[in-house]
Nanobody
Framework: QVQLVESGGGLVQAGDSLRVSCAAS????????TAWFRQTPGKEREFVSA????????YYGDSVKDRFTVSMDNGKNTVYLQMNALKPEDTAVYYC???????????????????WGQGTQVTVSS
């Protein structure tokens, strides 16, 4: 089973861009659907984006569509989330997750994923 480590979070201003990374070890991400979720205190994890096992299909939550882009570098065994036009409401801990048995109709459900990273904090100031 793979292990996931996120990096690249930080403090930025509204309108800035930031890229967070999810590096996998102990196996290849090509066997997993990979997703990004985010969470703020007291709220349930919110689906942000997902990418299919082959990287051929991408999915986005409504609140980030047209601003965020998910991609996969198979050579580096890493998934990226490029975040543009950031807003204060994007402030959250961003988690990377991977799952072998994720089906398309359920990929927005965090319970479908069985491997999680530790999270990286993204803070957007106004």
């Amino acid at each position: 089973q793979v292990q996931l480590v996120e990096s690249g979070g930080g403090l930025v201003q509204a309108g800035d861009s930031l890229r967070v990374s999810c590096a996998a070890s102990g196996g290849t991400l090509r066997g997993y659907a990979t997703a990004w979720f985010r969470q703020t205190p007291g709220k349930e994890r919110e689906f942000v984006s997902a990418i299919s096992r082959t990287g051929g299909y991408t999915y986005y939550g409504d609140s980030v569509k047209d601003r965020f882009t998910v991609s996969m570098d198979n050579g580096k065994n890493t998934v990226y989330l490029q975040m543009n036009a950031l807003k204060p409401e994007d402030t959250a801990v961003y988690y990377c997750a991977a799952g072998r048995g994720v089906i398309t109709s359920s990929l927005r459900n965090y319970r479908q994923y069985d491997v999680w990273g530790q999270g990286t904090q993204v803070t957007v100031s106004s």
